[in-house]
Nanobody, 124 residues
C-alpha cells in the first residue's frame, strides 16, 4: 500500500484545512486508517483513526474540531481540521495497517504503511 498526503499549508488561527491521503488501492474496510502528527522536537502523536472502515477515534485535544472522513471509492481518507490553533502546527502523516488490533490504534509503531507527511502551520 502506498499513501500520498496532500492539503497542508499555512492558515491563521481559527481557520480550517482538509488533508487528503490517497491510497494505492481500495482499502476501505480492510485497513485501519489513521493520522498522526509530529511537531519539532516532539514525538509523533496520534490524532485520529478509523478502525477497518468503521468506528472512529480521536486524540482528546482534537475532538469536536477534527473529523476523519473517507470518500465513496474507499481509496482516499481525509482529515477535516477546524478551529485550528498554533498548537496544531506539525507535520501530519497518514498511516495504514490491516493487522493491528484495536488496543494499539493510537500507537505509531503498530502501523506498517506511512505517507511522506504534509506540513501544517497555524499562525497566531
Amino acid at each position: 500500500v502506498q499513501l500520498v498526503e496532500s492539503g497542508g499549508g499555512l492558515v491563521q488561527a481559527g481557520g480550517s484545512l482538509r488533508l487528503s491521503c490517497a491510497a494505492s488501492g481500495n482499502i476501505f474496510g480492510r485497513y485501519t486508517m489513521a493520522w498522526f502528527r509530529q511537531a519539532p522536537g516532539k514525538e509523533r502523536e496520534f490524532v485520529a483513526a478509523r478502525f477497518r472502515g468503521g468506528r472512529t477515534y480521536y486524540e482528546d485535544s482534537v475532538k469536536g474540531r477534527f473529523d476523519i472522513a473517507r470518500d465513496n471509492t474507499g481509496s482516499t481518507t481525509y482529515l477535516e481540521m477546524n478551529s485550528l490553533s498554533p498548537d496544531d502546527t506539525a507535520v501530519y502523516y497518514c498511516a495504514a495497517d490491516n493487522h493491528l488490533i484495536l488496543s494499539t490504534i493510537r500507537t505509531a509503531s503498530a502501523y506498517d504503511y506511512w505517507g511522506q507527511g504534509t506540513q501544517v502551520t497555524v499562525s497566531s
